[in-house]
């Protein structure tokens, strides 16, 4: 069983910065087996259904972003360190949401977007922009 635990969230101002962290442990996710993990970043305004934010690909080399945040996030990933981030740079208001981290055990290297296609899930960690 693959626990996902993120940390990081906040309230900060609009044009603020954040960065989440998700650190996976659990069963035999291991520094080696980090790496057999594809993982993604989604969130969930109230309200709203669950969105596609950004993905990574299980060595790092495939990276995806949802267009509302493409240059404003960043999504990397620290295999030694069973962790991974989101950077998030000029928040804006709509940004408020719960953010969701999620890993998928994979054999290729391939990033995946849809909420359906992962396996395990952390229990999120509220963002808040204000104006």
């Known amino acids: 069983q693959v626990h996902l635990a993120e940390s990081g969230g906040g309230l900060v101002q609009t044009g603020g910065s954040l960065r989440l962290s998700c650190a996976a442990s659990?069963?035999?996710?291991?520094?080696?087996?980090?790496?057999?993990?594809?993982m993604g970043w989604f969130r969930q305004a109230p309200g709203k259904e669950r969105e596609f934010v950004a993905a990574?690909?299980?060595?790092?080399?495939?990276?995806y972003y949802a267009d509302s945040v493409k240059g404003r996030f960043t999504i990397s990933r620290d295999n030694a360190k069973s962790t991974l981030f989101l950077q998030l740079n000029n928040l804006k208001p709509e940004d408020t949401a719960v953010y969701y981290c999620a890993s998928k055990r994979v054999y290729y290297g391939n990033y995946y977007t849809q909420p359906r296609e992962y396996d395990y899930w952390g229990q999120g960690t509220q963002v808040t922009v204000s104006l």
């Open positions: 990574i690909s299980r060595l790092g080399d495939k990276i």
């Open positions: 659990g069963g035999t996710f291991s520094a080696i087996d980090m790496a057999g993990y594809a």
